[in-house]
């Protein structure tokens, strides 16, 4: 049968019943899809509507009074411009370190790859949690970036690498690296070494090499991990919330405060809401332009 659809030879009819039959396929993920993500979108939709409440989570009526608080208040517009820019500067930052990281592992023969490899995949090792510690100990007042900075005599007094937005962003982009470098590898690894080849034959220098061809080959590749990294760094919760203070809190910082510290459920679900828009819309707009890019490839 497998050999008869290869060649083309099976009958439309026993086609149309081996396409029914393989309908049932996504049925799984179908159930996951909707269990996991679209009904858990569609209850915070609905909270975000109720009435608030003092005696339960939530009042029994409707109204739009979380939402038009929320675009109003000039303090959550400040946060919430904090949080996309500390996504988009983590994604710029994870994309200029991980780039180099991602052709090296590419295009390398050496014996020593697999340790790099370890090298990369390290952050994601260890615990969210003991990550953050280690990085609270590497940027307080004490530790060790400003001990090593007095010791060569840059600072006399400790700087302020925590409790805003710097260490934040210093920790996201440790903890996110891999989501760049890993879908990077795997597109430069699928780029033929022949049209490097042919490129330089014909004079091109390395440069104008990387620019002309490897470069925009590997555009699919920039795009999937940016927007991972994008996406992941605006939701995160326990870096900002350990390293933020109150000058680096992010919306999620701020999401959970509403639901768990001022038991507001009906507005921080709003806020979640707002949140998840904001990252559609950038999202998509990088999409449109990426894509416009990469039609201009041959």
């Known amino acids: 049968m ?26 799984p993920a179908l159930v996951l899809l909707v ?3 679209a009904l858990p979108y569609l209850s915070i939709i609905t909270m975000s509507l109720r009435e608030a409440s003092t005696r339960a989570v939530y009042g029994d009526g409707f109204t739009l009074a979380h939402y038009t ?5 000039p303090y959550i517009w400040g946060i919430l411009g904090r949080t996309v820019m500390i996504g988009i500067t983590v994604t710029v930052l994870a994309l200029l370190l991980g780039y180099p990281v991602a052709y090296h592992l590419a295009n390398s023969r050496s014996r020593w790859t697999s340790l790099l490899y370890i090298f990369v995949l390290s952050p994601l090792l260890v615990g969210l949690v003991v990550r953050t510690f280690a990085w ?9 970036a400003n001990q090593a900075l007095k010791a060569v005599g840059l600072v006399d007094f400790p700087l ?21 470098i890993l879908p990077l590898l795997g597109n430069l690894q699928a780029i033929s070494p022949d049209l490097a080849m042919a490129s330089r034959s014909l004079g091109a220098s390395r440069l104008r090499t990387f620019l002309k061809v490897t470069l925009p080959l590997s555009l699919p ?18 870096t900002p919330a350990m390293l933020g203070g109150t000058s680096g809190r992010t919306m999620s910082v701020l999401v ?20 998840a828009a904001v990252a559609v819309i950038f999202v998509g707009l990088y999409l449109k332009l990426t894509a416009r890019a990469m039609r201009r490839l041959p």
Do not use: C, K
């Not at 590749?221 to 326990?238: E, H, K, P, R, W």
């Open 2 to 27: 497998a050999a008869r659809v290869m060649s083309g030879a099976v009958p439309r009819a026993d086609r149309r019943a081996l396409g029914a039959g393989s309908a049932w396929m996504i049925v």
């Open 35 to 37: 269990g996991f993500f």
């Open 69 to 73: 608080s929320a675009l109003a208040d």
């Open 136 to 144: 609270m100990i590497i940027l307080s007042n004490n530790g060790v």
């Open 160 to 180: 302020q690498l925590m409790n805003n937005t710097l260490g934040v962003t210093i920790a996201l982009t440790h903890v996110f690296l891999p989501f760049v």
């Open 221 to 238: 590749g920039i795009q999937a991990g940016t927007i991972l990294v994008f996406v992941l760094s605006i939701s995160a919760y326990v």
């Open 256 to 275: 959970v405060q509403y639901l768990v510290d001022n038991f507001r459920w009906p507005a921080g679900a709003a806020l979640a809401i707002i949140m």
